[in-house]
């Protein structure tokens, strides 16, 4: 019961309030605020789909929280596959408790039934979530109607989880070494009791995030900024190639996680708290992960879409172009620049790349073959960087969207 209304509370901030679920306190602890996070995530994942399976039984949509009442009972029921009286006697209970549903427990009481009795096959008939507008106009033209049911039932799977070993040769039981030599879990462990946790063999890092560092070749001995570095993933990449790494961010909390992966690894870099338009000098080597919309991360994030909106994508992306330009000064003449985001939008990746070629007439694409990084050739850009889609190696589990590309500067 503790979950549940821990779970309704969730909802209510990310559908009502617009706050990510990141900056939710969880009304709960221990294992029930474990539950109450999984069930939130769930029910976001699959909100569209809950809607559909419930809108025969309405006249018209319920008012939020009595909707988001439903919408867990749907889930539980149809996702989780919990037993159904329990299931329906725990929620109307709750709709009772709040006054602001408790005229509606009998509605909750009879749709849930219904549920319990027809839902297994009106689940099996709906539509999986629908990616929200702004995000399907980005991506219509370039992938079509295919590609985005594509990318929507790979969203209504949860994300692996994926590690990025200090060794190559590191193993760790069920986990699966993918192609790119991140290892992937699909039993999600605590992270924190697999083996070689504490003394720092691996880090969290999925597996499209760990590719960026990849683009940039040998880094044996050679000065790299990781620009904009927060959580740390890349910083510790280039550390154990072998790089002179510095990691930088605008984030001094951010900047905290960064220093404790280092300790817990035991690998070493230059750590600077700045505005990365302040930062001077000259590298062999930029790794700039730029601030984007993130949209590549919604099957993790599935709170995203309900809180962020179209209007951010202008903002971002001359940030973007202006980050893409500042570090572009700090490379060496012949070094090299890897500029990635984890975005769906072609704005904020084959695009960037495409103009700053055309503002820059010194600066010209290192073309990647990605089967040389273990991946497949569908995952290559017409202008020679990497696209992958969440629906790539979906009988592998997916990947995050990413995009990345190497620059060389003359």
Excluded at 160 to 177: N, S
Excluded at 324 to 332: C, P, W
């Amino acid at each position: 019961m503790q979950a549940r209304q821990a779970a309704l509370h969730m909802l209510d901030a990310v559908l009502g309030e617009k706050r990510m679920l990141a900056h939710v306190k969880v009304p709960a602890k221990g294992a029930e605020a474990a539950r109450a996070t999984r069930l939130t995530t769930t029910v976001l994942r699959h909100l569209g789909t809950a809607d559909a399976v419930i809108a025969p039984y309405l006249s018209r949509k319920a008012q939020p929280p009595v909707q988001n009442i439903l919408r867990l009972g749907v889930v539980e029921l149809c996702v989780n596959q919990e037993e159904g009286f329990g299931v329906t006697d725990a929620l109307v209970s709750i709709a009772k408790s709040n006054p602001r549903t408790r005229r509606a427990a009998g509605l909750v009481n009879a749709v849930l039934r219904k549920i319990v009795t027809d839902g297994a096959e009106a689940w099996a008939a709906a539509p999986p979530t629908r990616l929200a507008p702004w995000i399907d106009k980005a991506l219509r033209k370039r992938i079509g109607a295919d590609g985005i049911r594509a990318i929507e039932r790979a969203h209504a799977i949860p994300a692996p989880l994926d590690i990025t070993p200090r060794d190559p040769a590191l193993t760790i039981p069920d986990a699966e070494t993918l192609p790119t030599g991140s290892l992937r879990l699909h039993n999600h462990p605590q992270v924190t009791a697999l083996p070689g946790y504490d003394t720092g063999a691996f880090w969290v890092q999925d597996a499209a995030a760990a590719l960026p560092v990849k683009l940039l070749g040998d880094v044996s001995g050679k000065t790299v900024l990781d620009l904009c570095a927060a959580p740390g993933g890349k910083t510790m990449q280039l550390a154990v190639a072998g790089a002179d790494v510095t990691a930088l961010d605008l984030s001094e909390p951010r900047m905290k996680r960064v220093r404790e992966n280092l300790d817990r690894t035991g690998l070493q870099a230059k750590l600077v708290t700045q505005d990365a338009f302040d930062h001077k000098g000259q590298y062999d080597a930029v790794l700039l992960d730029a601030p984007c919309t993130a949209t590549g991360t919604l099957r993790r994030h599935p709170d995203l879409p309900f809180v962020k909106h179209g209007g951010e994508v202008e903002p971002l992306t001359k940030l973007q172009m202006r980050l893409l330009d500042h570090a572009l000064t700090l490379v060496k003449p012949g070094g090299t620049l890897v500029y990635c985001t984890c975005s769906l939008l072609p704005v904020e990746g084959e695009f960037q790349i495409t103009a700053a070629l055309k503002r820059h007439p010194n600066l010209e694409i290192i073309p990647t073959a990605p089967t040389t990084l273990g991946g497949d050739p569908d995952w290559a850009s017409a202008e020679g960087g990497l696209r992958l889609w969440p629906s790539f190696w979906a009988d592998k589990g997916g990947l995050d969207g990413f995009y990345m590309a190497a620059l060389r500067v003359g």
